[in-house]
């Protein structure tokens, strides 16, 4: 069992080496930067976070949202504030593992995960649309067909041969077969090669050459902060999209320290800074792998391309990677969030519309700090709807209200309109035994209260304060019987 296990993440990692390549070579050039600085940031990122992160099965490496946020950075400033900036983003991200932040994933509503897997699997099938391109223009003519026509053969593999044998991952059957036969029959069609050469060497540890002051701080620092908070973000959504797939547990906060810390060799070494990958991780968890292992060769065979393999692997068609990544991002696409649009409430709905089209248009932090903030809002609205009063006179003519709900900012004004100061008895009692205050809000409401009664030259009595109310009364000091 153990030496079927091993067999199962050797292969799962080499299929997902295989799918790194383009990604992290097209990522580099999204960036202006060197595709070997994209091959050894993957190589570094995915081989220390299998070993030392905090779920294994999931992979890292030079991701696309990381890319997009440090491309001014180059084009402004070179590589080497680049490098600079890889560090300190580093340090940013084990920072947030070491204060144990991580298990804020968990205010992240299911709605914006929904949304944020939509959202990468459209990103991911847009991405390839990319390599049916010749410089601007449209591949046309038998180019075009050819490169359809092999893309169509890797995915009818893919989808064929888990009927047949689940012996071996389909993807890495279908990438090794498609271009075993196009290198056999000389078909006419792009390689690997064509996007860039990736021989080249160990990477060498090189500070980066700039002068370490305040100035470069100034610089450095707003791209650092922007690129590991999209990491972390991107990381910790897909270690909760890999605890559902896997039905296991993973930790958070141990991933983010690993996270940071390869980061920080990534940048002392010349590598791009990078995240989790979903994608790459779908495509190793479909293929099998489930442990450490396959993350280690998946970031190991990178550099074993690098160094002794560029010849082999450049010859690879860039049609067969396309079809895989086509098949990640119909496997990655959450279909069933489809199926439930008329069963959920409308505001549900709304967020995974939101969240998926913000992502595709404009960036995964966006997306998430965007639905967020409408699940928040619409949870405000939700509690601040079911705060509601019961009210009776007693035998001794003053009159009891018992309030129930929670009475925080949104439900203040729901909460002082259950009230009728002109027109209640001299002597009111509110029991808060089934009212919850939340925050400063909730007491400022309480005072308003307390100070329209007064002026009405009546007197209210307040009943079954909690211990954490009593607390925020007395921050506020304000005076309560």
Request: glycine share 10%.
């Amino acid at each position: 069992m153990k030496a079927k296990r091993l067999r199962a993440d050797v292969l799962a990692g080499l299929t997902t080496s295989f799918a790194l390549l383009p990604e992290c070579i097209a990522f580099a050039l999204v960036a202006h930067l060197n595709p070997l600085m994209g091959l050894y940031g993957a190589f570094i990122i995915c081989t220390l976070t299998a070993l030392f992160g905090g779920r294994p099965g999931m992979v890292s490496g030079a991701a696309g949202s990381m890319a997009v946020v440090i491309v001014a950075l180059v084009v402004q400033h070179g590589v080497q504030y680049l490098l600079a900036t890889v560090l300190m983003g580093g340090l940013i991200m084990m920072a947030f593992g070491l204060l144990k932040l991580g298990k804020l994933v968990r205010m992240v509503p299911h709605p914006v995960m929904l949304g944020f897997v939509n959202g990468l699997a459209i990103i991911i099938a847009l991405a390839q649309l990319e390599h049916f391109k010749s410089g601007e223009a449209w591949l046309s003519g038998t180019p075009l067909y050819m490169m359809i026509g092999l893309v169509a053969v890797t995915m009818t593999v893919v989808y064929v041969l888990p009927r047949l044998t689940r012996t071996v991952p389909p993807a890495l059957v279908a990438i090794l077969g498609v271009g075993l036969a196009v290198y056999s029959l000389g078909l006419p069609t792009r390689t690997l090669g064509d996007m860039a050469h990736i021989a080249g060497g160990l990477p060498t540890l090189a500070l980066p050459d700039i002068a370490w002051n305040l100035d470069t701080l100034r610089i450095i620092a707003p791209y650092a902060i922007l690129m590991a908070m999209v990491g972390l973000l991107e990381t910790l959504l897909t270690l909760n999209l890999t605890d559902e797939i896997t039905e296991s547990r993973g930790y958070p906060d141990r991933e983010c320290v690993a996270l940071g810390a390869a980061n920080i060799v990534s940048g002392a070494f010349g590598g791009m800074g990078g995240c989790a990958m979903i994608g790459q991780t779908v495509i190793n968890l479909s293929s099998g792998g489930r442990g450490r292992l396959s993350g280690v060769v998946a970031g190991v065979s990178i550099l074993l391309f690098i160094l002794f393999l560029s010849p082999l692997i450049e010859r690879i068609p860039l049609a067969a990677l396309v079809g895989v990544m086509f098949v990640v991002s119909q496997q990655t696409f959450a279909w069933a969030s489809l199926r439930v649009l008329n069963k959920v409430p409308l505001n549900d709905v709304l967020v995974i519309i939101a969240v998926t089209v913000i992502t595709v248009f404009t960036d995964l932090a966006m997306a998430v700090l965007c639905g967020i903030i409408i699940a928040a809002l619409n949870f405000a609205w939700q509690q601040a709807r079911q705060l509601y009063a019961d009210s009776h006179l007693e035998t001794d003519g003053s009159k009891l209200y018992r309030v129930h709900g929670t009475l925080f900012f949104a439900s203040t004004t729901p909460f002082l309109n259950q009230f009728d100061p002109a027109n209640d008895p001299a002597q009111v009692t509110l029991d808060c035994q089934h009212l919850s205050f939340v925050d400063y809000s909730a007491i400022a409401a309480l005072g308003t209260l307390r100070e329209r009664y007064t002026k009405a030259g009546k007197h209210l009595r307040v009943l079954h304060l909690s211990e954490r109310c009593k607390k925020l009364l007395k921050r506020a000091r304000m005076q309560h019987d």
